[in-house]
């Protein structure tokens, strides 16, 4: 069994390198450089580039979250890429398949759901969010760009901002994150936080933002002549595998929404501590 795959969420319980490591992409860049989207969405342009991917051994916090499922290596991405600037709200989702995922009744913690449309949407399985865009990209035919998850290290590079610290944003953790000590246990409307460099509200707490990544364990990449390119995103039908979900909730203390931090989730399983942030790309 893969080692990551321990760290299944069922998480309904409450509970470095110098100047010279920096990413490689154009730093001059203006950010954020934003774009809206459908159904009043907004992206905000990821540039490619070379970061270091997980976390160093002394990081505070690491070895209560996910531990030894984080060695930093080095990560190259090589096509550039538009991230969403929020999580998927309920009326994000609701505008696209005209109807809630947690109607269904089948979720861990629903009755801590909100319900209400500017709240990120939850309760969300694989399959749900598979179906989700496959709506939008049929009713967006017309536009140039695909919609899809990021992948871990997608979401990790837009996440980070050119840092490499715990967290991507400065100041106290109340001031961009909803989290166990600031959220009062509950989900929070989006983007009423500070945003990263990047613009991208919320990527610290509020909902797990699931990726296209299956649990795996990280590579050795120990310099940026070895970075591993694009590492890859789902590619199986399999139900039993997890897949990784990223940046903690509203549940969570604050180990587990660093930047690095990585968690397996059930394929069949919905949440209410679980949604989703979009990529779109160019269509090639």
């Known amino acids: 069994m893969n080692k990551v795959g321990i760290w299944i969420v069922v ?64 990560v190259r991405l090589t096509k550039d890429y538009w991230m969403q600037t929020t999580e998927v709200t309920r009326g994000q989702w609701f505008a696209v398949l005209k109807s809630y995922p947690d109607n269904n009744g089948k979720c861990i913690l629903r009755e801590k759901i909100i319900k209400e449309d500017d709240y990120p949407v939850s309760c969300v399985s694989i399959s749900d969010v598979n179906r989700f865009i496959k709506e939008l990209n ?15 290290a997608e979401w990790e590079f ?10 991507s944003i400065k100041g106290k953790l109340k001031s961009f994150a909803w989290y166990l000590k600031s ?4 989900p929070h409307p989006v983007a009423k936080l500070k945003a990263n460099k990047f613009g991208l509200h919320d990527t610290h707490g509020n909902v797990y933002e699931l990726t296209s990544s299956f649990a795996y364990d990280y590579p050795t990449a120990d310099s940026v002549n070895q970075a591993i ?12 595998k997890n897949q990784m979900i990223r940046g903690g909730s509203w549940a969570e203390r604050a180990p587990f929404i660093r930047s690095a931090a990585r968690m397996g989730f059930l394929r069949g399983l919905r949440v209410a501590v679980v949604g989703l942030r979009l990529v779109r790309t160019v269509h090639e």
């Open 11 to 74: 998480l309904f319980v409450m509970t470095s390198c110098g100047a010279n490591s920096l990413p490689s992409s154009d730093l001059n860049e203006t950010f954020p450089v934003l774009k809206p989207g459908p159904h009043n969405m907004k992206f905000s342009h990821i540039p490619s580039g070379v970061f270091q991917m997980g976390s160093p051994e002394d990081e505070i916090g690491r070895e209560e979250s996910s531990g030894n499922f984080e060695p930093q290596h080095w």
């Open 138 to 152: 049929r009713q967006e035919k017309g536009d140039k760009y695909k919609y899809r998850l990021p992948t871990e």
């Open 158 to 167: 837009a996440t980070r901002g050119y840092t490499e610290t715990a967290y």
């Open 183 to 186: 959220s009062n246990r509950q």
């Open 229 to 240: 390119k694009d590492p890859f995103e789902l590619t199986s039908s399999d139900e039993f």
